[in-house]
């Protein structure tokens, strides 16, 4: 049994980063070398300098969608609304979402409100065991609640990441997304962040430099962003998310000249090593499917060799990957990458979702 006070570490507020680099590829890339275990600081942008010819990358191209929605009731209260995801269609032609409402103890089934300037009517329809609503929209104008997301909605920030200033809101709609998001999969209530570090020069120098690319989608929730409560990791019960992995991306997770498979995020590793539980060779079609996997020490790893990361929050499953994967099959990656981030914090490196990167080879 692993205790998660191992997970503990004390994280400076003022090393938060609360907004992104000038440049993408301009924040710190802290190199860690798990053969030689030896540490270099670098910058995001001297990335292609640590792959090779024949390396994929692997990224999620998850798109971030304005989640988050402000409306009244028909009483008049204000209403905060978190969209999670659509689950289906209603009878009379609308959507219905699975959502996050607040103030929730005073929206019980059947509470109406409007939101996106009037532009949905919603109406709770019944409470989950999480805590999340299920609600029923009707939409005007002919917008979907997605359109109508986009146009009034604002981008589903982190906590920790304080917001008073309208620009810095509307920095966020640019830049808390990957410029490979792809438009039509709003999937996510949160970034991939270790993705936001590049650019399209910086993806033009890697595949000139001749490193594929494959692209999977992980529809990113808001567990990401839930501590670790229970005593041990053993004990905790993660949260489930869907994965997309198209047919020609399993192929490329069978190099057959070799090469190295380099995941872009946790979000990737998670979807790859899911899908490898349970398949070793390609299916041929796209493969979709739920994950509730939690990735940990010990854990042996099947399709990632590589990978690129950001600085996470003390006792996030988010940690407890990175230390999987700095000793696969082993629990002594937990004692160094303590060690690693404490050597960070001391550098000085930004954290969290806008904060600096790091490369495990």
Known sequence: MISTHRFDYRLPPELIAQSPAERRDGSRLLVVDRGTRTLSHRMF????????????????????LPARLH?????????????????????????????????????PAG?????????????????????????????????????????????????????????????????????????GRQVAVAAPTAGLHFTAGLLGKIQAAGVRTADLTLHVGLGTFRPITTETLEAHAIHRETYEIPA????????????????????????????????????????????SLFIHPPRA??????????????????????????????????DWLMDIYSGAISSHYRMLSYGDAMLIL
Do not use: M
């Open 248 to 291: 020609a991306t399993q192929t490329a997770l069978f190099p057959p000249l070799g090469g190295r498979r380099i995941a872009v995020g946790t979000t990737t590793v998670r979807s790859i090593e899911d899908f490898l539980s349970s398949h070793e060779a390609p299916l041929g079609r796209a493969h979709v499917a739920d994950t």
């Open 111 to 183: 509470t109406a409100f409007e939101a996106a300037e009037g532009a949905l009517s919603g109406t709770v329809t019944g409470v989950l065991g999480d805590g999340s609503v299920l609600v029923r929209f009707a939409t005007r104008g002919g917008e979907t609640v997605a359109q109508a997301a986009n146009r009034a909605g604002e981008v589903p920030l982190p906590p920790y990441l304080a917001r008073k200033d309208d620009s810095l809101r509307e920095q966020d709609r640019e830049r808390y997304q990957t410029v490979y998001a792809e438009r």
């Open 301 to 334: 790893f099947r399709g990632v060799d590589a990978l690129v990361t950001n600085f996470h929050q003390p006792r996030s499953t988010l940690l407890c990957l990175v230390a999987a994967f700095l000793t696969p099959g082993s629990s002594e990656g937990v």
């Open 45 to 64: 942008d001297d990335l292609p300098g640590f792959l090779r010819a024949g390396d994929t990358l692997f990224r999620n191209n998850a798109s971030v």
């Open 71 to 107: 409306g009244r009731r028909a009483t008049g209260g204000k209403v905060e609304c978190l969209l999670l995801r659509k689950t289906g269609e209603s009878p009379d032609g609308g959507e219905v979402w699975e959502c996050l409402v607040r103030p929730g103890r005073r929206l």
